[in-house]
């Protein structure tokens, strides 16, 4: 940032827009007169979200986009948190959404919030609190030039490691600013770190435990009394910030973590939880899944993968302290989307849809994301392939469990077999089954609707419906490497 230290530079200093916005200067002012003779009341980052709040609760509007299953049980908590004007942390294992959580609050704030232009710590026109401004308004007066910024560039974030600094989070003498010839001791010679930086807005402190002792002492200040100091300057800094935390409830409760004092200046605790049930889980993943790897998901997929994540957090075979993160789903979803597009790639289809087969190399590419108790050591790989049988065979049950399937088994009827694999394409494996009585009706019940009578959806119907079958002890298969052979 160029450093402006006088009213020349100030009129003659570009303005920064951010990228994809525009401000009128008809209707923004652009001095300190204009913005008093607008109207414009000053309110401060926790008045902003809690009257912002409440105007979408009565009017009924979503108040965190992309949010999912938490409204009942977490939202109503951290509601009556920001009604109230309290920081808070968010307790919750790895995955939950925490962080995800976090950045939407900044959707309360205003939409545009006026600023002295320049500042480093967005002071407001009517009250500036740094030495800099404090100097330009006394020689301006109403004439004080002021900018505008949005809500998306109010919110700082740390991700708490043991290295982390106080000069990180607070700020630090800058040597270069001595260097040209200011005195030791002068407040300009300090360089702000991302705490005083996200002065009126909201600063998330991620994984607060993993903060050294020393480090959480400086955020004592900034809880309690609302400012800051820097290596003994005689600098206050009235900051105006919401600040909210995350962290593992394991680490925040034990005293060797976390220093008492800092955790009773919070002003509330609010504990996430992974999705309670299968729809919700099925929402997150449609939600976050990457929409260009190029392959389409049938429904009953998703909810296989929905299914197989729920059982691996509650086999006694994984650390559940450590949970298993949302991201698990996401990612499973993802690699079976790349594996279905890799076989359209070698078997030069045009139209990529995952298929039950694409579901196992999951298990050899997400295991290093669970964390296994120490007596399970060696037996990752078979725990997992174990669990996602499970879920396929309880999809195939809630699908079609009461289907009659005899068209498709009377295909094994003289010993007939069919040969299926991830490389096996979807024209191809229609050939080998030939025709199926009733084919429409269970793609009907797998959730294919109209718009997916393609060969790629009706053979991912067929595979599956073979997987289930093969589960529920109804055909038998041979898995060689990567080829599976149904028969009788």
Not at 69 to 96: K, N, T, W, Y
Not at 242 to 260: F, K, Q, V, W
Not at 433 to 451: D, E, F, S, Y
Request: overall charge negative; aromatic content about 4%; charged content about 30%.
């Amino acid at each position: 940032m160029v450093e402006i230290r006088n009213l020349r530079q100030l009129r003659n200093s570009p303005r920064i827009i951010p990228e994809g916005r525009s401000l009128d200067p008809v209707h923004q002012p652009r001095i300190l007169r204009e913005l008093r003779e607008s109207g414009h009341v000053h309110r401060t980052v926790k008045a902003e979200v809690r009257e912002n709040l409440l105007a979408k609760l009565r009017a009924g509007e979503p108040r965190f986009p992309g949010i999912v299953g938490f409204d009942d049980s977490v939202l109503p908590h951290l509601e009556r948190a920001l009604i109230a004007g309290h920081d808070l942390v968010l307790l919750g294992e790895r995955g939950q959404g925490k962080t995800r959580l976090i950045r939407t609050v900044t959707g309360l704030l205003d939409e545009w919030t006026p600023v002295v232009e320049g500042c480093e710590i967005n002071d407001h026109p009517y009250a500036p609190v740094c030495g800099r401004c404090r100097a330009l308004a006394d020689e301006l007066g109403d004439e004080l030039p002021v900018a505008w910024k949005h809500r998306d560039e109010r919110y700082g974030e740390k991700l708490a490691t043991p290295d982390t600094s106080v000069g990180d989070l607070i700020g630090d003498i800058d040597p270069i600013k001595i260097a040209e010839g200011r005195r030791l001791g002068d407040p300009e010679t300090v360089h702000y770190g991302l705490v005083p930086r996200t002065n009126r807005g909201v600063f998330s402190v991620n994984e607060l435990p993993d903060l050294a002792e020393r480090i959480q002492v400086s955020l004592l200040n900034v809880l309690e009394e609302r400012d800051i100091q820097v290596r003994g300057y005689n600098l206050r800094l009235p900051l105006d910030i919401l600040l909210i935390a995350s962290a593992n409830p394991e680490d925040y409760t034990n005293r060797g973590r976390i220093i008492t004092p800092l955790k009773d200046r919070f002003g509330a605790e609010v504990r996430t939880h992974y999705p309670l049930t299968i729809e919700d889980e099925l929402t997150l993943i449609r939600q976050e899944t990457v929409p260009d790897i190029g392959a389409d998901i049938p429904e009953h997929l998703i909810e296989a993968i929905a299914r197989f994540t729920r059982l691996v957090r509650e086999s006694t075979a994984v650390d559940a302290r450590s949970g298993v993160s949302a991201r698990f789903s996401i990612a499973a979803a993802e690699t079976a989307s790349a594996s279905a597009v890799r076989r359209a790639a070698i078997a030069g289809e045009e139209q990529a849809v995952t298929r039950v087969c694409d579901l196992a190399p999951v298990v050899h590419s997400l295991r290093g994301k669970v964390e296994f108790e120490v007596s399970e050591e060696g037996r990752e790989t078979e725990i997992l392939a174990h669990l996602l049988r499970r879920a396929t065979a309880e999809t195939f049950r809630s699908r079609l469990g009461g289907m009659d399937l005899s068209p498709l088994t009377d295909k094994f009827a003289e010993g007939n077999q069919v040969e299926s694999g991830e490389l096996i394409g979807a024209g191809e494996l229609l050939h080998r089954i030939g025709p199926v009585n009733g084919l429409a009706k269970i793609m009907t019940a797998l959730g294919m609707g109209a718009g997916e009578e393609s060969p790629g959806h009706a053979a991912a119907a067929l595979e599956f419906a073979l997987e289930g079958l093969y589960l529920m002890r109804r055909l038998s298969k041979d898995d060689l490497d990567g080829v599976a052979v149904y028969r009788t």
